[in-house]
């Protein structure tokens, strides 16, 4: 079901009709924001830069959604890894524990996590829009050199 949802998605970019420089930015764009660490606004954002930016919105928006209910926690988690690799912390994942979790320790339970997490999932977001940046823009200049050239189907003006 999902596959079959990205797929779909897939063929919707490839047959814009806007310039593939811009789809793949727009859609570049879209997973950067999808992948920040500002969950919640993730659609918000990307409208606001779509209109900022003149990207296309369909486009843009197809990346948000890559990060999604479903999605979110392993886009997170592995960010959140990701960030105690890249900045030395000695916290883990591991110590994060749901059921210990009450509101007098939460502070001190999410406070070894929150750089990790902040840093991990921007450097993540960064990293993943510049590659479907690459990717979808590679992929719209072979489709449009494959494409064949339409005939001129109009009466010649004699």
């Not at 789809?23 to 606004?41: D, R």
């Amino acid at each position: 079901m999902i596959i079959l949802k990205i797929k779909n998605a897939c063929k919707q970019l490839i047959g814009l009709n806007d310039p593939p420089f811009l789809i793949a930015l727009s859609f570049g764009v879209g997973v950067f924001i999808g992948f920040s660490p500002l969950y919640g606004i993730h659609t918000v954002l990307g409208l606001i830069a779509a209109w900022a930016f003149k990207l296309n919105k369909a486009s843009l928006i197809t990346g948000v959604y890559l990060s999604n209910p479903v999605t979110i926690v392993p886009i997170y988690t592995f960010g959140t890894w990701f960030g105690i690799k890249i900045t030395g912390s000695t916290a883990s994942i591991s110590d994060f524990n749901l059921k210990g979790l009450t509101l007098s320790n939460i502070e001190n339970t999410l406070e070894s996590l929150l750089w990790p997490f902040i840093i991990g999932n921007t450097v993540l977001s960064v990293l993943v829009g510049v590659i479907s940046y690459a990717i979808l823009y590679h992929i719209l200049k072979l489709r449009a050199k494959s494409k064949p050239v339409r005939a001129n189907l109009l009466p010649d003006d004699k």
